[in-house]
């Protein structure tokens, strides 16, 4: 059974850090893994989507890599801004008939 | 493009009331499911759909139905609301549920209180 991990719970930085949110995933065949974000009393966002095929996907500040073999997903925010706070999570996608599985999240704050 | 419609947006039921909540999507999408988030459980899947009149159990399916007789239309019933039942539930679709490039796109959420 795929098992999604995300380390850590919460992350405190200041306003400009680049920062790196992990995600790993216990079976690596996978077909796809989403980074998502979710605001207070909002719904899920997609952020970017990363096929089997590929290593990296970027949109603006934010870069996801997948590794994997090694069971594991980055989310990279370059030069932070508070309106970056918020909660992301990765999900992966394991087969064609199979739903998303999801991690619990990191807890992001960008403190200005 | 409204995308995907949760309604009602909040909720509080009475233990043993039923009620439905409603999901709509314009976008076409052939797959859709219903997700309850927790806090400290993350979200769990209780309901997905394939296409118009497939229907398949997630993780926690106990209490609620559905049915899928439009591509559109996603309805999620709770039958007996039990305060287990409090929680917020997210409606999600996407494309088609094989193809490695199509996204999940969520609606805002209906949050329900069952007393």
């Known amino acids: 059974k795929q098992e999604v991990t995300q380390i850590p719970a919460a992350l405190s930085v200041p306003e400009g850090e680049n920062l790196v949110l992990n995600c790993s995933f216990t079976d690596s065949a996978i077909y796809n893994l989403q980074w998502f974000r979710q605001d207070p009393g909002k719904g899920l966002t997609s952020l970017l989507l990363i096929q089997s095929s590929q290593r990296e996907q970027t949109s603006g500040r934010l870069n996801a890599s997948l590794d994997k073999s090694s069971g594991r997903s980055t989310l990279y925010i370059a030069a932070s801004q508070p309106g970056d706070s918020a909660t992301y999570l990765c999900?992966?996608?394991?087969?064609?008939?199979?739903?998303?599985?999801f991690g619990k999240g990191t807890r992001l704050s960008v403190i200005a | 493009n409204a995308g995907v419609t949760q309604t009602p947006k909040f909720q509080v039921l009475k233990t043993g009331q039923s009620m439905t909540l409603q999901c709509a999507q314009d976008?076409?999408?052939?797959?859709m499911s219903w997700y309850r988030q927790d806090p400290g459980m993350g979200l769990r899947l209780i309901h997905y759909s394939v296409g118009a009149g497939i229907t398949d159990q997630g993780e926690v399916p106990n209490g609620y139905n559905v049915s899928r007789s439009t591509t559109e239309d996603f309805p999620l019933r709770l039958l007996s609301a039990a305060p287990s039942q409090t929680s917020v539930y997210f409606c999600?679709?996407?494309?088609?549920?094989?193809?490695?490039?199509?996204?999940?796109?969520f609606g805002n959420g209906t949050r329900l209180t069952v007393t």
């Open positions: 976008m076409n999408h052939e797959y």
């Open positions: 999600a679709s996407s494309l088609q549920q094989g193809w490695t490039d199509s996204p999940l796109h």
């Open positions: 999900a992966v996608h394991n087969s064609g008939n199979t739903p998303l599985v």
